[in-house]
């Protein structure tokens, strides 16, 4: 299960007047991102924040581009340096979680992703149309916004790898029920019930994991809930 992080792929108006703005060299980064052309595009957005101290997308996409280059600790300051101005952004919140939860600093992971959905921008999820999560942005700075099914999920996982499965099998249940990431949920739950030493619902959640084709639910009911006889 890969992790996602949260950026920003939209261009921001040029400012008028300057050929050579923050605005124009965000852009150019943008473009750079989508080619996975990470370096390159850390050199613009450098300059985009030299121009302008306060270019909250910049910080937010920088510290991407480190990640994706091996520098989670390059990423976690930037996404700190965003907060510094922008206490609540829940993007960079977010993303701080899952730097920490790669670093496999969980206790840390927990809880920015706890700061996470106390924000605005942890947009309460519901089952919209065609059956996927869905989310009504409320906030003025709706830009920042994301599903909450989608924290919850990542820190499910957080707790899981803490062996804290009351609180992982309730964050994936927060995730499940509105349809987040089914076969992975299922998968996680199973696991989760396993650390309980609940074998029947470790293994009904496995079932339903491999039901959606995970692999690795297949794996896990070979190895924990068909039972073996032994030949005569």
């Known amino acids: 299960m890969n992790k996602f992080f949260v950026i920003f792929v939209s261009f921001t108006l ?15 980064a943008v473009d750079l991102e989508k080619d996975k052309k990470y370096k390159e595009a850390i050199f613009h957005l450098n300059i985009a924040i030299e121009k302008k101290d306060r270019f909250k997308q910049a910080f937010l996409n920088r510290g991407f581009c480190k990640t994706e280059l091996g520098d989670l ?3 976690i300051d930037d996404y700190k340096k965003l907060l510094a101005f922008d206490y609540d952004n829940t993007f960079a919140l977010f993303n701080l979680g899952n730097n920490y939860s790669l670093l496999a600093d969980n206790k840390k992971a927990i809880y920015y992703y706890s700061k996470a959905l106390q924000t605005e921008g942890a947009l309460k999820s519901f089952v919209g149309s065609g059956g996927k999560p869905s989310g009504i942005a ?25 062996n804290q499965f009351d609180k992982a099998i309730f964050d994936i249940n927060k995730s499940l ?43 896990m009911l070979r190895k924990h809930c068909i039972k073996k006889t032994k030949s005569n």
């Open 73 to 75: 600790v390059g990423g």
């Open 14 to 28: 040029l400012s008028s007047c300057d050929f050579s703005s923050a605005e124009e060299h965000y852009n150019l």
């Open 138 to 162: 409320v906030s003025l700075d709706a830009n920042y916004g994301m599903l909450d099914c989608e924290i919850y999920f990542e820190r499910g996982i957080a707790y899981l790898e803490e």
């Open 177 to 219: 029920e509105v349809n987040n990431a089914k076969k992975d949920c299922y998968f996680l739950l199973g696991k989760a019930f396993l650390g309980k030493n609940d074998s029947i619902d470790a293994c009904e959640s496995f079932i339903k994991s491999a039901k959606l084709g995970d692999k690795e639910a297949r794996e």
